[in-house]
């Protein structure tokens, strides 16, 4: 049971575009979500992250937008770098009940930005 | 320059041998998390602590895998005995958590690489 999805195995984009991924969830007890960047030989690092209470949250180059009517968020690079080719991981949590605090991560989506 | 440490690294061990993977999380963190990356899956949680009890491992296949923290400093993974399938990149991460949620987004080790053959 895949409670968040990211559809997408891979995307490619040019040097200075824009860079868009997405993330779909089903479990309506999230009320946090964050999104995780994971260099080759790495753990991954916290990115960005946004709160239910609001539907768009904003750091330098990127930004992340959240539609809780259809459990959908995304991660909006720009303009992206080549620095910015990794894998990104959204996750998700609820803040409440007994699993408080527990992160459920998507499966990623491998960026890579061209020169 | 607070990190999670996870050792070992890199881990080759023949199908039926015991594995133990060890984390040292952040010092004052008490929540500590252990995923496993695989292709299908991305990353799996198989684990959690909080203030070292466990909160939930449904993720994890109870028959040979086990987790457990000895103290604030030392969460650890076993699994026993190993086989071909366990091979993946397992990860630690550790927390600052709160009946109202995680205070902080969770800080991961660079992982442990677990090839059984």
């Known amino acids: 049971d895949q409670q968040v999805k990211q559809n997408s195995p891979s995307l490619s984009v040019q040097e200075g575009r824009i860079s868009i991924l997405n993330c779909d969830y089903t479990?309506?007890?999230?009320?946090?979500f964050l999104w995780y960047k994971k260099y080759p030989a790495e753990g991954p690092t916290f990115l960005i992250s946004?709160?239910?209470?609001?539907d768009k949250n904003e750091d330098g180059r990127f930004t992340v937008f959240l539609n809780k009517s259809a459990k959908h968020l995304s991660l909006h690079i720009v303009p992206s770098q080549p620095g910015d080719s990794a894998v990104y991981f959204c996750?998700?949590?609820?803040?409440?009940?007994?699993?408080?605090?527990?992160?459920?991560f998507g499966q990623g989506t491998i960026l890579t930005v061209h020169p | 320059d607070a990190r999670v440490t996870q050792t070992p690294r890199h881990k080759v061990t023949e199908m039926g041998q015991e594995v133990t993977m060890r984390c040292q999380p952040i010092?004052?963190?008490?929540?500590v998390f252990w995923y496993r990356q695989t292709m299908m899956q991305g990353l799996e949680l198989l684990a959690y602590f909080r203030n070292r009890a466990p909160l939930d491992d449904s993720g994890m296949p109870k028959d040979r895998f086990s987790a457990e923290m000895p103290d604030a400093t030392l969460a650890t993974l076993k699994i026993q005995p190993s086989e071909p399938r366990d091979s993946a990149v397992y990860f630690c991460a550790s927390g600052l958590g709160a009946p109202t949620g995680l205070h902080t987004e969770a800080f991961f080790g660079q992982g442990t690489r677990l090839t059984v053959v």
């Open positions: 010092l004052g963190h008490n929540t």
């Open positions: 946004i709160s239910s209470i609001k």
């Open positions: 996750a998700a949590t609820a803040r409440g009940g007994t699993s408080y605090g527990k992160l459920t």
């Open positions: 479990n309506s007890m999230f009320d946090y």
